[in-house]
């Protein structure tokens, strides 16, 4: 892929005379936001300008981006504290919610870090609504305990499959050594939160 990469790059330079390098990330989170995601880079010690990339890449700082993912399968059972790993149209869910809401805002991905109602669960947001995860000061909270986590299962193996993990669930490579989210991995970089 290196090499495609040059060839159009090369004949971009020729027809328009111009190196058309990736520009550096300016303002990658807007300044609403950025405040927090500075506040919360300190208080789980990750680097700074790795949660503003994640957070321009999941949600271009939009704190009230959504996405249903209906084929996601990680489920967590509120009552048990546990993954679920029955039939979804039976998860257990907490009293004050219907089964219905619960399961969709498992599979739904919330606010500036894109956190996946399961995994929020899993970290111990107990709220009534997971739309909830959209106030900046919870989906940052929970994204960035979700990122800790990964950093102590994958770290020794650098923040790079600690962020394909954050994307994928965990670090896998391909055959040729790239990440099985090589794309995802490479936009990270382009914002400034890979070296």
């Not at 328009?16 to 990736?22: D, K, L, V």
């Not at 679920?84 to 004050?96: A, N, V, W």
């Not at 965990?170 to 990440?179: I, T």
Request: glycine content about 10%; aromatic content about 12%.
């Amino acid at each position: 892929m290196g090499d495609a990469v040059m060839v159009v790059r090369t004949a971009i330079n020729r027809i328009f005379g111009r190196s058309f390098a990736p520009a550096p990330p300016v303002d990658v989170v807007p300044s609403e936001a950025d405040d927090a995601v500075q506040e919360f880079a300190r208080k789980y010690a990750m680097p700074i300008d790795l949660l503003r990339a994640i957070v321009h890449t999941e949600s271009a700082g939009n704190p009230w981006a959504l996405r249903y993912e209906p084929g996601y399968r990680w489920l967590w059972d509120v009552r048990e504290s546990r993954p679920y790993k029955g039939d979804p149209q039976r998860l257990p869910t907490p009293s004050f919610v219907s089964a219905d809401t619960e399961l969709i805002g498992q599979k739904t991905s919330w606010g500036l870090m894109q956190v996946m109602g399961a995994v929020a669960r899993e970290h111990g947001f107990r709220g009534r609504y997971l739309s909830v995860l959209c106030d900046p000061e919870y989906g940052l909270e929970y994204g960035c305990r979700h990122l800790r986590h990964l950093h102590e299962r994958f770290g020794a193996q650098g923040w790079e499959a600690v962020v394909a993990a954050f994307n994928a669930g965990s670090p896998r490579r391909r055959e040729d050594g790239a990440w099985i989210n090589q794309a995802y991995i490479d936009r990270i970089r382009h914002y400034g939160g890979l070296a």
